[in-house]
């Protein structure tokens, strides 16, 4: 099933979840410092795109804990989520959309404050299975804070798909995670599409990694 992955506006039920910092450290400054999971490598290939030295994001969520690596050669995408990453808009945000063999959403915030960016398609934007990009309003441009994760491989099943969504990282640890997310069962949304989770799946923390 392959459909529109626009922003969409989110009402989110507040409730308190105690976690404790598997992957963190105190630190002197008050942020905590990450550091990449036991057993997840960075990836360095395709040369270009991805390095062992690129920016990896941890998200710490209510189902279990997901990887990303940032790509090398998407600076405009990868730095704007890099920037909402470090303020902590993404905390405590929910995956309020969630299609089984298509994709999990997340990233819907309440801030006004937060401009549109470019699209950085490129010449190898792919939104193959494990691979984030950027959800937007269906216009050129418009891509803001929501993402999404692919769980298949999309872009072989739409001709326009791979043109429309920028993909700027791929998953490298909790890819079972992701899994497990896209298969919760799901009610209809304000919209009538059956992908609102019956169950909050939040987005407890994002962190840069230190690797």
């Known amino acids: 099933m392959i459909g529109a992955i626009a922003v969409t506006a989110v009402v989110i039920a507040a409730f308190f979840v105690l976690v ?4 963190s450290t105190p630190s002197t400054t008050g942020t905590p410092v990450v ?3 036991a057993g997840v490598t960075p990836l360095t290939s395709p040369s270009g795109e991805y390095s062992s030295n690129g920016t990896i ?17 998407k600076p405009i995408t990868t ?3 890099v920037k909402l990453v470090k303020s ?7 995956f309020h959309r969630v299609i089984a063999g298509f994709m999990i959403q997340g990233g819907a915030i309440s801030s006004s404050n937060v401009s549109t960016i470019i699209d950085e398609i490129g010449n ?12 937007n309003t269906g216009q050129p ?5 929501q993402f999404f994760i692919n769980v298949a491989d999309n872009g072989n099943q739409s001709s326009t798909f791979d043109s429309s969504y920028t993909v700027f990282g791929q998953v490298i640890g909790g890819m079972n995670v992701v899994m497990n997310i896209s298969n919760v069962p ?10 609102l989770p019956t169950q909050t799946i939040k987005l407890l923390h994002a962190y840069i990694v230190t690797h």
């Open 35 to 37: 550091y990449l999971p």
């Open 124 to 135: 190898d934007n792919v939104n193959s299975n494990g691979t984030i990009a950027m959800a």
């Open 79 to 81: 730095t704007n989520f």
């Open 141 to 145: 441009n418009s891509a803001i804070s």
């Open 186 to 195: 799901v009610t209809a949304n304000p919209q009538g599409e059956q992908s």
């Open 20 to 23: 404790s910092g598997v992957f």
């Open 57 to 73: 994001v941890l998200f710490k969520t209510s189902m279990g804990n997901i990887t990303i690596q940032m790509r090398d050669d």
């Open 88 to 94: 902590g808009l993404y905390d405590g945000t929910i």
